[in-house]
């Protein structure tokens, strides 16, 4: 389904981030990407979102090569990518259902079916109760559902995790986890993470990143890191 093809990235003003990169993703497959900081991990994010484009190499999602010069499909792409960061970004004044709603209100959907999804994935990450409540009167925690709702709102089928617990306390990031592992049912879900802890117990496949290479791709379980 995404679909990596000796793709190497070279930054304007740095070294190789990415040196000749292959990986495959199954559709509804859930991968760690791990490495230590500066391997790479973020740069392969940004790829599947089109927000830079390789120096050599491919990147095709469900046969489409969307580092193609030609590729004119951002929108329609991100549209079918949920992102969920470190730091949230959530938006500090507006409240919880309006966090969820944004890219459906920028689309236009009318205001039920905003109402029936944004509602959905609220109930999903379990933060429906407090819809009303704004980002400064949430638990880290709670930030954490309301980006994972908005991320998933709107049936999104790949979700893009980029160290998503960093910032939360080992209790609230299993139950955060928690989120995920319902997710992976339905989801492609990449999930870069310096957590061994959550690698070590939730086993899923690993691929490893090194000085912008894959030094492992380790499928599921039997493995430490
Ligand atoms: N905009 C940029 N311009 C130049 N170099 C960059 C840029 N963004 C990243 N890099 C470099 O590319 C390499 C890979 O960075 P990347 O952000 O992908 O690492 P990472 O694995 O996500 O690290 P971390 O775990 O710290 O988030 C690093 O050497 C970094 O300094
Ligand atoms: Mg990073």
Redesign the pocket.
Known sequence: MISFQNTTVK????NK?LDRVSFDIEENEFVYLV?P???????ILKLILNEIQPTEGSITIDDMEISSKKFKSVTKLRQNIGIVFQDFKILPEANVFENVAVSMRIKGFSSATINSEVNNALKTTGIQDKKEMFPAQLSAGEIQRVAIARAIVGNRPIILAD?PTGNLDPKTTWEIMRIFKFLEKTKTIIF?T?NTDIVNSMKRRVIV?QNGRIKKDMKKGGYEL
Do not use: I
């Open positions: 930054y304007p003003l740095g981030a490495g900081s500066g391997a790479g991990k973020t740069t160290e870069a310096h990143v």
